[in-house]
């Protein structure tokens, strides 16, 4: 298992599968193995691997290669599915959370600049740049 796991360290993990001699090394090592060694290898040898790689393309191989862990591929296939949906949507929703600040920031600027603030300090108070502030003058 150490050797595998040196040999596929510089490869992504597809490539390592396809590349290996018809999978015989693979099968050999993880075919008799238990489902949560399966796939904790699974997860470590995805973890390092490159995150580009296809959810399809990995299942599709492993699935051709060790045929009696069909469940196991597609239970942690799904597991992957999962993860890129969460991390996506935390993505959407730090980028809505971010531009909400934003324009509540620029409001709040805004009523500083109409009040006749200093500059300065609404700059200090919005944390917003100067060109940020710059547009809200032309417009107040």
């Not at 591929?73 to 969460?86: D, P, S, T, V």
Request: charged share 30%; hydrophobic share 40%; no cysteine.
């Amino acid at each position: 298992m150490e050797l595998l796991f040196k040999w596929y360290s510089a490869r992504s993990l597809i490539e390592a599968l396809k590349q290996s001699k018809d999978g015989a090394v693979w099968r050999l090592t993880l075919s008799r193995t238990t489902e949560p060694y399966f796939l904790a290898v699974l997860e470590y040898l995805y973890s390092v691997g490159d995150k580009n790689q296809s959810v399809d393309e990995l299942k599709e191989v492993l699935n051709r290669l060790l045929p009696e862990k069909r469940e196991a591929i597609m239970n942690f296939a799904q597991q992957l599915e999962q993860r890129g949906e969460q991390r996506g949507y935390q993505r959407a929703l730090q980028a809505t959370h971010s531009e909400a600040w934003r324009a509540s920031k620029i409001e709040d600027a805004r009523e500083m600049l109409v009040a006749k603030l200093d500059i300065e300090l609404i700059k200090r108070i919005t944390r917003l740049t100067e060109d940020d502030l710059e547009g809200l003058q032309e417009v107040s």
